[in-house]
């Protein structure tokens, strides 16, 4: 198959210190002085490399000095377009929320609006299967008012929230009902397959999956889901991409692997392309390399830390004829490059609100590897190598790399994301579950499909605590689309 990014790794040694010299000088420096100078440099030629807006920010690299506080040197040569580069300090933490493999509570959350208007909530929106949450009793719909026994407040709203539960082992819980949950955090798979079941739509057989991230390892549980849909005779699939911010690009071409036309992926059809700065572009067509990426049913690849997959999806495709897809702000990257990839190959309907309209694609770039794979120009320029690897032992860069595109060059996400065909809002108080034919937005759906379910009007009252602004708020919570490094 081919591979997206494999002239990355090409290219890596080749460019990395383009323009860049005169940042590489040591001096005596103190610790702190050390790891900005290391940081720095690693940060400076990933973006001088890669950055896909390199020539928009040539002032700003060309005045770049390896003394600047990085994180801020970064926020501020990111280019004006660009909501998503960012610089960690915390790459176990970054590498674990694209990997599904991490240390969590197990849920999900929305943060909505109090009729006060001083204070904001955490919404549940789902759990995960087998975690703390879901062993808690926490469920969609609860809303938390209170964290580690505090109102959450607008000020800082995010930060608060990220400390208390994206940040930390051990967390109290305050519901709007009154109870308290005390939540210990644990390292476990937060399985992205979350549900997947079947409708009968006046006689025709409708799919329902919902997915949450693009990991490597949902490959199994995504063959198995869209193998049951084929055996069962589905002929269209509703996709709630409702709360997926992205993933690897390799997982978006296997899950469109089981939704194009089978004549398509059989054909290894373009699927989709890239767009790199000019830099890369002008190497690309030098080393005659393709940017273009194919529909294909067979994947053979490892991760850097040496796992490898081997497995196929050609008996996973679904053959629909119709796919629908929920999809909300929360909807981004690869869940956008995924759907403006199949549209010129398929009949889609978006269903609920604008997505986030992350169109780009990012490089997580470690420092070590940075001043591993470097070490031989690093010397010329008097670097220590092994030093940099130690000063920057855990940071990384996600930087974006490219602009993905159909097969005919059209970015449909690109500025401000997809526009629903049916516009609904996602109401996680609404008081059914995900799959729940009631629920609002996989109502409005199943609608479009023939399914007959109550209007919102039969349903009855609505849980009290829905009496809050039914308006989710906006959460730092950055949309992934991740190149797969190969080794």
């Known amino acids: 198959m081919k591979m997206k990014n494999r002239f990355l790794t090409v290219l890596l040694t080749g460019l990395c210190f383009a323009g860049c010299e005169k940042q590489l000088t040591v001096v005596e420096q103190t610790e702190q002085q050390k790891t900005w100078f290391y940081v720095n440099t690693f940060a400076f030629n990933g973006l001088n490399t890669y950055y896909l807006w390199k020539e928009e920010v040539a002032a700003e690299l060309k005045n770049w000095k390896t003394t600047d506080d990085p994180f ?17 300090d915390d790459f176990n933490s970054l590498y674990g929320a694209t990997t599904g493999h991490r240390k969590t509570y197990g849920f999900g959350f929305g943060i909505a609006a109090m009729p006060d208007d001083e204070t904001v909530c955490v919404v549940v929106t789902y759990t995960y299967a087998g975690s703390p949450a879901e062993k808690a009793g926490l469920k969609r719909g609860d809303i ?5 026994g505090s109102p ?6 995010s930060t608060v ?31 992205p397959v979350l549900l997947s079941k ?23 549980d995504l063959i198995d889901a869209c193998t049951a849909f084929k055996n069962a005779g589905v002929s269209e699939l509703i996709l709630d991409l409702r709360y997926n911010n992205g993933g690897y690009v390799i997982a978006e071409q ?7 036309p089978e004549a398509e992926v059989q054909a290894g059809s373009i699927q989709s392309t890239d767009v790199y700065n000019s830099e890369v572009m002008a190497d690309c067509k030098k080393l005659g390399l393709d940017v273009n990426t194919y529909f294909t049913s067979e994947y053979s690849f490892s991760t850097a830390d040496g796992k490898k997959y081997n497995f196929s999806t050609a008996k996973a495709n679904l053959g629909i004829s119709k796919l629908y897809a929920i999809v909300s702000s929360g909807t981004a990257s690869a869940s956008e490059a995924v759907l403006c990839d199949l549209y010129p190959y398929m009949d889609i309907t978006l269903v609920g609100s604008q997505t986030s309209g992350k169109y780009c694609t990012g490089l997580i770039m470690q420092g070590p590897d940075f001043f591993e794979d470097s070490a031989k120009t ?12 130690q000063y920057t032992d855990n940071w990384a860069i996600y930087l974006m790399c490219s602009r993905f595109a159909d097969k005919n060059g059209e970015t449909r996400c690109m500025p401000d994301g997809l526009t629903p065909d049916y516009a609904v809002n996602d109401r996680p108080w609404d008081g059914y579950a995900l799959g729940d034919p009631q629920e609002t937005m996989l109502a409005r759906a199943l609608a479009l499909c023939g399914y007959r379910t109550p209007a919102p009007a039969e349903r009855g009252q609505e849980p009290s605590d829905a009496a809050m602004a039914p308006i989710l708020l906006d959460y730092d919570d950055p949309g992934f689309g991740i190149y797969l490094k190969l080794p």
Do not use: P
């Open 72 to 88: 801020a040197k970064v926020q501020a040569v990111r280019y004006k377009d660009d909501h998503w580069t960012f610089l960690s």
């Open 144 to 148: 938390i008012t209170e964290l580690n």
């Open 152 to 157: 959450i407040t607008r000020q800082d709203y």
């Open 161 to 191: 929230i990220n400390q208390a539960i994206r940040q930390s082992d051990q967390v109290t819980l305050g519901l709007s009902s009154g109870t308290s949950i005390q939540l210990t955090a644990r390292e476990m798979y937060e399985n």
């Open 198 to 220: 079947i409708f009968d739509c006046g006689g025709k057989k409708v799919g329902y999956l919902v997915y949450t991230n693009f990991t490597l390892d949902s490959y199994k």
């Open 254 to 260: 296997f899950v469109a692997s089981m939704l194009a």
């Open 378 to 389: 690093l010397k010329e320029k008097g670097i220590d190598a092994k030093e940099g690897k």
